[in-house]
């Protein structure tokens, strides 16, 4: 799977009107690649730099919190500049209203289905800790809490470097530091998280220490 996006399941067969369209800023949609929790996730290319990228497009009704939240999502990871962290390029509204979002393409397995093919070596591991906690730091030093932090939300990019290049997706659950989350995965919350208290980055480090746990 390469993109973008949040618990991604397969797609449904059927039309969809954006299929073809030439969204805002000249991207054309070219094929539908999943769907998570706020919105679904298409393969689209920039017509004019001709390149392919991820394009994240929200529900034509939302309401007020969830258009927040995007808004919210869409401001933290621009303001990251990290090698670790997925690159949004471009943010901006259908022609029928729907807010969309779009991210750098990126080829590669999720933490998850690598942790599903068995233990990793020991050096393999604690390098794709040592890049995760560095995406997190940068999310933190910028003054936020990505809250979902999770295998499924980690891609491995193959580069031309020794080790892959991991990047965290998906910062639709962030918040300010000191503030509450609205979700989240439960099986990687901190108690603090999980009662719906106030989280600071200690959040995140607990839930990467649990996704280390499950690449050893």
């Known amino acids: 799977v390469d993109l973008g996006g949040r618990r991604i399941i397969k797609k449904e067969t059927g ?33 004019l730099m001709d390149r392919d990228v991820a394009i994240k497009v929200l529900p034509a009704r939302l309401d007020v919190e969830a258009s927040r939240r995007f808004a919210l999502e869409i401001r933290t990871v621009c303001k990251l500049n990290h090698r670790n962290v997925v ?29 599903a093919r068995g233990a ?11 890049q995760l906690l560095a995406g997190l730091a940068a999310a933190h030093d910028s003054g936020f809490v990505h809250a979902d932090v999770k295998p499924a939300n ?37 108690p603090e998280q999980y009662r719906g208290d106030r989280i600071e980055a200690s959040a995140d480090v607990y839930a990467a220490a649990l996704a280390a746990l499950r690449r050893a």
């Open 15 to 47: 039309s969809d009107e954006l299929i073809g369209a030439v969204l805002p800023g000249q991207y054309r949609v070219a094929a539908e690649l999943g769907r998570g929790n706020f919105g679904v996730i298409y393969r689209a290319h920039h017509e």
């Open 87 to 115: 690159r949004v390029l471009h943010s901006d509204v259908t022609r029928d209203g729907r807010m969309f979002v779009a991210m750098e393409l990126l080829d590669g397995p999720t933490l998850q289905e690598v942790i």
């Open 120 to 130: 990793a070596a020991p050096a393999a591991a604690l390098e794709v800790t040592r």
């Open 154 to 190: 980690v891609i491995l990019v193959e580069e031309e470097e020794d080790a892959p290049r991991v990047v965290l997706l998906d910062f639709g659950f962030s918040c300010l530091r000191a503030e509450r989350s609205v979700g989240g995965t439960p099986a990687f919350m901190p």
